[in-house]
């Protein structure tokens, strides 16, 4: 009797390997911290933005685009690119285990300049 259940541990072992590599990761990161408005309406002022990325959906928990829907990142390389929101033009760069994101407005006119770190 131990050939079968052997074999059926075999089975039931490779279903639930391919089925971990065929489902999708939800890899969420939290990401927050201090940005300054460097130009424009308010400047020299300090703001908080915080971020929830899941796999490369972008969504605002907090900031000027905090009720706008999540958009996605299309680079595979980190959290790189540029977005067009209601608020404005988000910019974003990802160096290591920082996160540099630019916001450009037009109303209010001003440029605010974000450095986030990702919470563990």
Not at 48 to 59: P, R
Not at 75 to 101: I, P
Request: charge should be positive; avoid cysteine; glycine fraction near 10%.
């Amino acid at each position: 009797m131990k050939f079968p259940i052997r074999r059926l541990h075999v089975i039931l072992t490779t279903v639930s390997l391919l089925w971990g590599l065929s489902s999708p990761a939800f890899a969420k990161q939290i990401w927050s911290g201090t940005g300054r408005i460097v130009s424009g309406t308010g400047e020299g002022g300090l703001v908080e933005l915080k971020l929830e990325i899941t796999d490369k959906n972008v969504q605002f928990l907090s900031g000027p685009s905090k009720n706008e829907p999540p958009f996605q990142l299309n680079n595979s390389t980190g959290l790189n690119g540029t977005v067009n929101m209601n608020a404005g033009t988000w910019q974003f760069v990802q160096t290591g285990n920082e996160l540099g994101v630019s916001l450009s407005q037009n109303n209010p006119d001003r440029i605010i300049r974000y450095r986030l770190f990702l919470k563990p």
